[in-house]
């Protein structure tokens, strides 16, 4: 099913009732280890998800469910404290809805991020990876359905989702901290079982660096309705097949959490330069 301009209106209707004169540009969807941040934003109001029309509820470990609203790095914030997948059940246009809402609250600009597995054998768990493009190759679009016309067109170019001068901001961002960043291609997977050890090989002859089960459907979806893409993937695990280990979502959370002093210091610097 397609779901008609008047839900995301409506749905963003509920948000700006509530923030009132705020009017945030920049919206942050956080994945594992970085919902924190949301803790951390001046002045809050927060929405929980089960109050906003239409919006679904997030499930997954650590990914709170709630829309957190105010000033992080002297920018104006919407903070998705959780984030929907796929594998929790949902279409990958419930999965982007949010973000679609908040294009419609007035966010210009979307930081993405998530926890990734690594796909290069050069690199460490516990790098940062600077997310350049992705392959989204499995399953459909966010975008299939009736166009709404009122986001942008049928047939969206996506040469650069990842915006080329975020992307320069989140490289000087990292010099300036002193910081080993990585750049690549994500892989989508929709999961939840992790890759095969044969699907990271493909992975990797396909030109990826990472894998990982969110992110590339928002950053469709975002680039669809014009606005400007950062992300970055916290690589919590090698992926399947490359150490002789069992992958566990206990090992993503916890490299997630011991990595996330830097990754949200990366953050909030690229932030003050968006
Ligand atoms: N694969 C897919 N998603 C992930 C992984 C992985 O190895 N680690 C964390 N998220």
Redesign the pocket.
């Known amino acids: 099913m397609s779901f008609p301009f008047s839900f995301y209106q409506e749905s963003a209707q509920v948000i700006q009732n509530k923030l009132g004169a705020f009017q945030p540009e920049v919206a942050m969807v956080l994945g594992s280890g970085l919902g924190f941040m949301g803790d951390v934003v001046e002045n809050p109001i927060v929405i929980p998800y089960g109050d906003i029309p239409h919006f679904k509820v997030s499930t997954a470990p650590g990914h709170k469910g709630q829309l957190v609203c105010g000033t992080l790095a002297g920018k104006k914030v919407a903070v998705m404290q959780g984030r929907m997948h796929h594998y929790e059940g949902y279409s990958y246009e419930e999965v982007s809805y949010a973000v679609r809402v908040l294009k419609l609250v007035g966010c210009t600009k979307l930081v993405l991020t998530n926890?990734?597995?690594c796909v290069n054998r050069d690199w460490e768990v516990g790098d940062i990876m600077l997310i350049t493009d992705h392959i989204k190759f499995f399953m459909e679009s966010p975008l299939r359905g009736d166009n709404l016309d009122e986001f942008g067109p049928r047939f969206p170019d996506v040469s650069h989702i990842y915006t080329p001068r975020f992307q320069d901001a989140a490289r000087q961002s990292a010099q300036k901290l002193g910081l080993t960043l990585r750049e690549g291609v994500y892989c989508y997977?929709p999961?939840p079982q992790?890759?095969t050890p044969a699907e990271v090989r493909a992975a990797r002859v396909l030109g990826g660096d990472a894998?990982?089960?969110s992110t590339a459907p928002e950053a469709i979806a975002a680039a669809h309705a014009g606005m400007e893409v950062l992300g970055f993937s916290m690589l919590?695990?090698m992926?399947?097949g490359i150490l002789d280990q069992p992958?566990s979502g206990e090992e993503?959370n916890e490299t997630a959490e011991a990595r996330k002093g830097p990754f949200s210091e990366l953050v909030l610097k690229c932030l003050e330069k968006m």
């Open positions: 926890a990734a597995g997977f999961g992790f890759e894998c990982g089960m919590t695990n992926c399947a992958l993503v």
